[in-house]
C-alpha cells in the first residue's frame, strides 16, 4: 500500500478517463472538443463521514430548475460525497440543515452569497462538514435548465450584477430552444389523474414533458432510440456516469432514487431532459424487465409520459402543447435586449399565412424564403398541377413556335437577314397555321386553362401572406423543384399498372398509364441537377410568369386595403448570368403590367438564390441584374462537397464525423472554409457591383448559431429560417455581434 503509488494510479484514472465511452458522448452531445484535455486537482481529504456531527452535500445558489433565487441543494449526514450524487441514498433538503446545525447553515449563507457575488453567476458548491467544521470544497458555475439560465440572466441585470450584453451570453441559443418545446396541457394532466393513469411521482429535476417508451437500461435505450427511430424515457433506480450514452439518447428519464443534485438530475438539466428522480413508490425488476409502482405494472415497451416540471409520470401518451412565447416573460425581455444588440436581422421561412404570423409572433422580421411549390401539392390544386404537367411539352412546343415567329416579324429579321417582302408573307403564313394549331390543341388548352385555375389559388395564399407580414418584406421563391415530384413515384405507378394490366381492371387504367408515361419522360439521373428552377422557367416560362401574376395582383390588392406590401421575387437556381437576363426581364415586365392595371404602385425586388457553386463565384456578374443575393445553403453544400445529401447522411457521414474526417455534419453546421469561402466571395464581389445588395441565407443553416456568426461576419443583412428557430437566432445573432464587434 504505497500512498505515492496510489496516487500515481488515481490520476492516471482520471487522464484515462477521458477516452472512454462516457467521456465520449458527453462531448458529442456537449460540443466539446476531442483535444480539449482534462486536469486532476490533489487536495488533502476532509470526511464527512466520522460520525452524526459530519456530514456532505453540494447546493446551487439558486434553484437550477427555476432560477428562483433560493437555495437549492441537499445533503446527508455521516456520509461521502459520493452517497450524495450518484443517488444512492434518498437525501434531505439543505433547508434542514438549518435546523439540524444552525451556526453551520449560517457560516455556508454567507460564504455561498460571496462566492455568488463575486463570480455573478449562480454557484454550484460542494461542501463537506468534519466533526461540526464546515469545509467548502469547490465553487462553479452551476449547470441550470433553460428556463433557469433566462431567468437567472434577466434578475441579476435587474439586480445591478451583469449587464445586459452579459447576459445575452451567459444564456445558450439552445436554451431557448428548450423553452419552446411542447408541454403538457393541464386539463389533459387533470383528466389523466382522474383516470388513475398516474403511477409514480418524485423530485422534480428538470421541467419539461417527455412522452416515450420505457427501456429499463442505458444500452438498451440508445439502441431503441438511435436503430429503431423510438422515443426513449430510460427508467433507472438511479444513474451513473456509465449510462450517460442513454440518457442523452432518452426523451426522459425517471428513477426510483436519488434527489436534486443526484447525477440524474445533474445531467438532465444541463441537456434540457425531462427528469423526475426519487420516486421510492417504484420497485423496478429487472429479471421480468418490467416496473410495481402504486398497484400498476409498467412493462419494458410500455407507453408512459413524464412531466419533469411536477414530478408526475403517467401511463400512456398524454397529448402535448406548444408554449406561448409571449406569456415568458423574461424570454421575451431577453430577446428584446438581444434584437436592441444584433446587427444581423432574423427573418422566417414560411410557406403559408399561419407560418408567417407564427414567425411574426416569435420575432422575425420578414419572411426570407415562401417556397410556392408546396402550395401546388394541396388536395384540391393537385388536379390542376397534373393537367399542367401532362400537357406541358406538347403544348410549350406550339406556344414556342408562335413566340419564334413572332419574334421573327418584331425583329425584321430571319436567321440574321433582314426580312424581304416574300419571306415576310411566309412568315406571316407560318405564323397564322401556328396559332391555328396553337388554338385547337387540347393539349395547350388544358395546359393553359390548367395555369388559369392555378394563379387565383396562388393568388390567394400570397395575398394572406402579405396581410400576416404587413408592413415587413416577404422574399417569394419561384417554383423550384423537378416537375415529377408533383406526380406520384415512378414505382407505385409501375406497380399500379402491372397489378391492373394482370388482373384485368380496366377502370382508370387508361389514366395511370398516362401518368407513367409522363413520369418516364419526366425521369431524370440526377433530378436535383436536372430541369428545375430558373431552367423550368426558361423551358416552361408560363408556370413563373402565371405565379408572378399571381405574387403581384396580390401585392396591389392588399396594398388597396391599406396593407404595407414589400414583395422580393427570388429566382432559383441561376448558374448563368444568361439565365437571368433572359427571364428577370420578362418578370419585371409582368409586374409592372399588373401593377398598371391595378393603377398603384409600390417597391418590389428581383433576386436570386445563389445555390450554385458557379453562382458564387460570378456573384459580381449576377449583381448587375439582381438587387438581392439568398444563398441556398443546403444545395450549395451539396453542390461544393460533392454530397447528395440523403445519401450521405445514411451511409457515410456519421462515420465521417465520429472519426474526425469533418468537425461537423457540413448540412447542419455551415463549412466555413469550404461553402463559407464561396459566400463571402459571392458577398464581396456583388456588392463592387452593387454596394447597396441585399444578402440573406434561407438554408437549414438559418438557425444554427455558428453559422449565423458566419453570416454575420461576412456581412449578411439577415438570416431566415423555420418558425419555431426564429427566437433562437435572435439570440444567436446578439451574441454573434458581442463576440466579434
Known sequence: ?????????????????????????????????DDLGTAVNIVTMVFGNMGWDSGTGVAFTRDPGTGAKELYGDYLMNAQGEDVVAGIRNTKPIRDLKVEMPEVFAQFIEITQKLENHYRDMQDVEFTIEKGKLWMLQTRSGKRTAKAAIQVAVDMVNEGLIDKETAVMRVDPEHVDQMLHPQFDPVTMDAARHDDRLFASGVNASPGAAVGQVYFDADTAEKMAKE?????????????????????AAKGILTSEGGATSHAAVVARQFGVPCIVGAS????????????????????????SLDGSSGEAYIGKLDLTTPDLEK?????????????????????????????????????????????????????RLPF???????????????????????FLTSGKLEGRALTDDSRK??????????????????????LNALENLLPSQRSDFYGLFEAMDGLPVIIRLIDPPLHEFL???????????????????????????????????????????????????????IMRMQVRAIFEAASDAAKSGIEVHPEIMIPLTGHINELKRVQPELEAIAKDVMAEKGIDFDYKFGTMIEIPRAALTAGEIAEVTEFFSFGTN????????????????????????????????????????????????????????????????GEHGGDPSSIEFCHLVGNNYVSCSPFRVPVARLAAAQAKIKND
Not at 281 to 304: A, C, H, P, T, Y
Open 1 to 33: 500500500q504505497d500512498p505515492v503509488k496510489q496516487m500515481e494510479l488515481a490520476t492516471k484514472a482520471v487522464f484515462n478517463s477521458w477516452n472512454a465511452k462516457r467521456a465520449i458522448d458527453y462531448r458529442r452531445r456537449a460540443n466539446i472538443p
Open 635 to 698: 444545395d450549395l453544400t451539396q453542390m461544393t462537397f460533392g454530397y447528395s445529401r440523403d445519401d450521405a447522411e445514411r451511409n457515410f457521414l456519421i462515420t465521417y464525423v465520429d472519426q474526425g474526417i469533418l468537425p461537423e455534419n457540413p448540412f447542419q453546421v455551415l463549412d466555413r472554409k469550404g461553402v463559407g469561402r464561396l459566400m463571402e466571395m459571392a458577398v464581396s464581389e456583388g456588392r463592387k457591383v452593387r454596394p447597396n445588395l441585399e444578402v440573406g441565407i434561407c
Open 488 to 542: 406520384p413515384s415512378q414505382e407505385e405507378l409501375l406497380v399500379d399498372v402491372t397489378e391492373m394490366r394482370v388482373k384485368g381492371e380496366t377502370d382508370g387504367l387508361k389514366e395511370k398509364e398516362t401518368l407513367l408515361d409522363a413520369v418516364n419522360k419526366l425521369h431524370e439521373s440526377n433530378p436535383m441537377m436536372g430541369l428545375r428552377g430558373i431552367r423550368l422557367g426558361i423551358v416552361y416560362p408560363d
Open 385 to 407: 398541377v397534373e393537367k399542367m404537367i401532362l400537357n406541358a411539352e406538347e403544348a410549350q412546343k406550339l406556344i414556342d413556335q408562335v413566340e419564334r415567329l413572332e419574334g
Open 228 to 248: 429503431n427511430g423510438q422515443d426513449v424515457i430510460m427508467v433507472r433506480p438511479f444513474t451513473k456516469p456509465d449510462d450517460v450514452h442513454g440518457m442523452l
Open 328 to 380: 415568458q416573460t423574461e424570454l421575451m425581455t431577453l430577446l428584446g435586449w438581444a434584437d436592441g444588440l444584433a446587427r444581423l436581422q432574423v427573418w422566417a421561412n414560411a410557406d403559408y399565412p399561419a407560418d408567417a404570423k407564427r414567425a411574426r409572433t416569435f420575432g422575425a422580421k420578414g419572411i426570407g424564403l415562401c417556397r410556392t411549390e408546396h402550395m401546388f401539392f394541396e388536395e384540391e
Open 426 to 447: 411566309m412568315v406571316e403564313d407560318e405564323l397564322a397555321k401556328a396559332k391555328a394549331s396553337l388554338e385547337s390543341s387540347q393539349a395547350a388548352k388544358e395546359y
Open 281 to 304: 413508490m417504484m420497485s423496478i425488476n429487472f429479471e421480468k424487465r418490467q416496473l410495481q409502482s402504486n398497484g400498476k405494472i409498467v412493462k419494458e415497451g410500455d407507453w408512459v
